[in-house]
């Protein structure tokens, strides 16, 4: 069974902290990590999706990087509109070509200004 | 683009009752969408994978009988919650995926509350 497992469970950060948050998976056969973004009351926004062990993606103060155990989302000078719940999802290979996520519960992260 | 939109965004219902939730994929054809739950404080819990112009593959645990799914065009997949109590409020999210990619874009969620 595909497992995913966030830390930590919540953040808080000055406003200008860096920090990493951390996706720790098992799957048999990774398709693909995704990150997410979700605020309060809404559906996840999509911010990356990282394919194989060494891969890195950026986009603005994010920066997500893979290896075969794990992931990380690395904030840099993070701000206030930063906070939000990041999501980690695992996609395996099926034999049925299903595209199943296997979401984390996420991290909740706070910056103060 | 891969923008996906739900209707309605907040509703609610007495026990018993039906409610239907509309997902639209608007910007691109999704073959495959997916349906999800999300009580508070806990994540995304995949209810059921519709593929267009078949019967949805439903996730262990989830009724298909209550939970019905319709996905008859490209860009459209519905939920109905049939006979509805007070333990179906939740937040459910539809996403859709497109032929030429592994990525799933999400609606902004529909909260349902069933008095």
């Known amino acids: 069974e595909d497992q995913v497992t966030q830390s930590p469970e919540a953040l808080r950060l000055q406003e200008g902290e860096s920090s990493s948050l951390n996706c720790s998976y098992t799957v048999s056969g990774l398709r693909g990590l995704f990150w997410y973004r979700q605020d309060p009351g809404k559906g996840p926004e999509f911010l990356f999706t990282l394919y194989s062990a060494g891969e890195e993606k950026e986009k603005e103060r994010l920066k997500a990087t893979l290896t075969k155990k794990e992931s990380f989302l690395h904030i840099t000078a993070p701000k206030p509109e930063d906070s939000a719940t990041y999501l980690c999802?695992?996609?395996?290979?099926?034999?049925?070509?299903?595209?199943?996520?296997?979401f984390g519960k996420g991290t909740k992260l706070s910056v103060i200004p | 683009g891969a923008v996906v939109s739900q209707h309605p965004s907040r509703v609610i219902c007495k026990s018993g009752t039906s409610v239907k939730i509309e997902c639209r994929s608007l910007?691109?054809?999704?073959?495959?969408m997916f349906w999800y739950r999300q009580f508070p404080k806990q994540s995304l819990m995949l209810m059921a994978t519709?593929?267009?112009?078949?019967?949805?593959?439903?996730e262990q645990g989830v009724e298909k009988d209550k939970f019905l799914i319709n996905h008859a065009s490209l860009t459209l997949s519905t939920l109905t919650v049939t006979s509805a109590h007070p333990e179906d409020s939740s937040f459910y999210i539809c996403s859709a995926s497109s032929p030429d990619s592994y990525e799933q874009y999400f609606g902004p969620g529909t909260r349902l509350t069933v008095t």
């Open positions: 519709s593929n267009e112009g078949s019967k949805a593959t439903y």
């Open positions: 910007d691109f054809q999704a073959t495959t």
């Open positions: 999802a695992v996609q395996a290979y099926s034999g049925a070509g299903s595209y199943q996520l296997t």
